[in-house]
Structures are given as structure tokens and as C-alpha cells.
């Protein structure tokens, strides 16, 4: 995985660019890797590598979800780049 300045650079521009939200989670799980890519930095999360997958509610009809798979390292710059923006 990249180093956390160029984490947090590729979760601002995934912020920027609208392909990850900048709010709050709606729910947050976590577990073994499942072989997705990560939301953040494009790599693959392996089996052997904890994975954080969050969810948001889409206020539509009808209802729909929102899902993002991402590295503990990869949810960490996310969340630093997101608070960072809402402040």
C-alpha cells in the first residue's frame, strides 16, 4: 500500500471526484479481507488484510444502498480527509 500522504491525497481526490462521500457512514463493519478493491487507493484487500466496509443509506424510492470496501490504513485517510472538508 501507498504511504499515508499519498493515502490521504487519494481520498481527497475520491472526495473531490464523488466517488466516495463525505459524511458519515450510515454503518460501519469490519473483517477479513474479501479480495475487493478498496474504495481509496484501487488495490485489492486480501484475505490475509482487515477490510472496513461502510454503507450509506440513499434516500430514494426505492431505498438503496451505498458500499465502499476500504484498508484499515485507506478508511483512516478517509476519515481524516472527510472531517478535514466538513470542518
Not at 11 to 31: C, F, L, Q, V, W
Not at 65 to 85: G, N, Q, S
Request: charged share 30%; proline share 8%.
Amino acid at each position: 500500500m501507498p504511504d499515508e500522504i499519498r493515502l490521504r491525497q487519494q481520498a481527497r481526490e475520491a472526495i473531490h471526484n464523488g466517488k466516495m462521500p463525505s459524511r458519515n457512514p450510515d454503518r460501519t463493519y469490519g473483517g477479513p479481507g474479501s479480495g475487493v478493491t478498496c474504495s481509496v487507493c484501487a488495490e485489492l484487500i486480501r484475505p490475509d488484510q482487515a477490510e472496513i466496509e461502510i454503507e450509506f443509506k440513499r434516500h430514494v424510492v426505492p431505498p438503496n444502498l451505498d458500499r465502499y470496501f476500504l484498508h484499515v490504513r485507506c478508511m483512516a485517510a478517509w476519515e481524516f480527509e472527510r472531517t478535514k472538508i466538513a470542518s
